[in-house]
């Protein structure tokens, strides 16, 4: 099958131009000042909106 209409570049490149990657928005957490995605847990020390939801265990050795 042959393609009967073609897109224009312009055409293509409109289409396109909502492709692009966006940077992340980052925040530092409240406790520990780690950068954090907004409204995740921190990984570093396991907040959320000033309350521990995650217990980090600590490496005795």
Known sequence: ?????????????????HHALKALNLSACENCGAVVRPHRVCDACGNYKGKNVVVKATSTK
Do not use: G
Not at 4 to 12: E, K, N, V
């Open 1 to 17: 099958m042959v393609v009967r209409m073609r897109h224009t570049r312009a055409h293509t490149a409109n289409r396109r131009s």
